[in-house]
Nanobody
Framework: QIQLAESGGGSVQSGGSLTLSCTISGYIAPPYCMGWFRQAPGKEREGVAAIDSDGDPSYAASVKGRFTISHDKIKNTLSLQMRSLQPDDTAMYSC??????????????????WGQGTHVTVSS
């Protein structure tokens, strides 16, 4: 059974940095896509960063140049380094995985597995 568990959320001031981690229990055979989604209060969930089984990343325009996604295949951990955080980045961040490489603009398609989420709050 595949389980995803996020950690690393918290509160930070505008301009600050945070790194989120997602521990993946179980093996997802390639090809796959793993990514981070976020949902702010009153807004729809959006994909922010994704990475496929070849290690190719994809980012939403709103975070490109500020966020970096990586997947440590040995530790089976998905990470999201976030820099220059702004109040608009405040959201619940969730990791997800798909047994499909399809991704676009930071979004994995056909998600099979979700984590519970971790809160990120950026104050001005």
């Amino acid at each position: 059974q595949i389980q995803l568990a996020e950690s690393g959320g918290g509160s930070v001031q505008s301009g600050g940095s945070l790194t989120l981690s997602c521990t993946i229990s179980g093996y997802i055979a390639p090809p796959y896509c793993m990514g981070w989604f976020r949902q702010a209060p009153g807004k729809e969930r959006e994909g922010v960063a994704a990475i496929d089984s070849d290690g190719d990343p994809s980012y939403a325009a709103s975070v490109k140049g500020r966020f970096t996604i990586s997947h440590d295949k040995i530790k089976n951990t998905l990470s999201l380094q976030m820099r220059s955080l702004q109040p608009d980045d405040t959201a619940m961040y969730s990791c997800a995985a798909a047994s499909d490489v399809a991704m676009y603009s930071g979004t994995c398609w056909n998600i099979n597995y979700w984590g519970q989420g971790t809160h990120v709050t950026v104050s001005s």
